[in-house]
């Protein structure tokens, strides 16, 4: 079992950068799949970003495709996103999750969750 804890989140200008971090516990984090969503208020949970667990595949959501990157560090248990050139409709709280057998896209095949982090982007 794996317990994540979103970190990193913030208010930032437009144009701006963030850089989120999920911190896993747990043995088997170098084995999951592990993705970024993210939720507006009103809005459904939405798929940002993914990663495999071998770090040779990344997945993006064509809203941050060249802005956002995804990346993990194994050896340390942390998962990274990489937020440049922010505009005001990123602003959600964003998750990290992970799964051995996670469906990329699909945030129903993702059974660990961290809490999420706000981020806050103002025009």
């Known amino acids: 079992q794996v317990q994540l804890v979103e970190s990193g989140g913030g208010l930032v200008q437009g144009g701006g950068s963030l850089r989120l971090s999920c911190a896993a516990s747990?043995?088997?984090?170098?084995?999951?799949?592990m993705g970024w969503f993210r939720q507006a208020p009103g809005k459904e949970r939405e798929f940002v970003a993914a990663?495999?667990?071998?770090?040779?595949?990344?997945y993006y959501a064509d809203s941050v495709k060249g802005r956002f990157t995804i990346s993990r560090d194994n050896a340390k248990n942390t998962l990274y996103l990489q937020m440049n050139s922010l505009k005001p409709e990123d602003t959600a709280v964003y998750y990290c999750?992970?799964?051995?057998?996670?469906?990329?896209?699909?945030?129903?095949?993702?059974?660990?969750w961290g809490q999420g982090t706000q981020v806050t982007v103002s025009s």
């Open positions: 999750a992970g799964d051995p057998r996670a469906s990329v896209f699909q945030k129903g095949s993702y059974a660990y």
């Open positions: 747990g043995r088997r984090f170098s084995s999951y799949t």
């Open positions: 990663i495999t667990w071998s770090r040779e595949d990344t």
